[in-house]
C-alpha cells in the first residue's frame, strides 16, 4: 500500500509562508495524482490543492487561489505545497493523497493518505 508522508508544517505568523512536502518510501509518485486537502478542528476536510501524474494540470480551491502554489518533482518523488500570504484560517491539519486520476481534486477520488502535518497560523 502506497505509504505518503508530510512534512513542513508549524508555526507561522499571519503573512508569513510556508511550504509542505509530500514523499513516498519505495514507491514512485510519478504514477500518481497528488492532492492537498485540510481540516481545522471540527470542520470536514476540504480539498485545497491538486496537481496531475505531469504537473502540468492544477487546481486550486478558491479560498487559497494565488497564495498557494503546488508543484512536483518527479526526480525527488516529491510533490510541494508552497503557501504565502498565510492567514489564521489556514490554520489545520494539512494531509497530502494519492490517486491515479483526479477529475474534481475531491476527497472521495483519493484513496491513500498521509497522516497530516499541523499548519498553525498566529500572531
Known amino acids: 500500500q502506497l505509504q505518503l508522508v508530510e512534512s513542513g508544517g508549524g508555526l507561522v505568523q499571519p503573512g508569513g509562508s510556508l511550504r509542505l512536502s509530500c514523499t513516498a518510501s519505495?514507491?514512485?509518485?510519478?504514477?500518481?495524482?497528488i492532492g492537498w486537502f485540510r481540516q481545522a478542528p471540527g470542520a470536514e476536510r476540504e480539498g485545497v490543492s491538486c496537481i496531475s501524474r505531469s504537473g502540468t494540470s492544477t487546481n486550486y480551491a478558491d479560498s487559497v487561489k494565488g497564495r498557494f502554489t503546488i508543484s512536483r518533482d518527479n526526480a525527488k518523488n516529491t510533490v510541494y505545497l508552497q503557501m504565502n500570504s498565510l492567514k489564521p484560517e489556514d490554520t489545520a491539519v494539512y494531509y497530502c493523497?494519492?490517486?491515479?486520476?483526479?477529475?474534481?481534486?475531491?476527497?472521495?477520488?483519493?484513496?491513500?493518505w498521509g497522516q497530516g502535518t499541523q499548519v498553525t497560523v498566529s500572531s
Open positions: 493523497a494519492a490517486t491515479f486520476v483526479t477529475s474534481r481534486c475531491a476527497r472521495n477520488e483519493f484513496g491513500s
Open positions: 519505495g514507491v514512485t509518485l510519478n504514477y500518481y495524482a
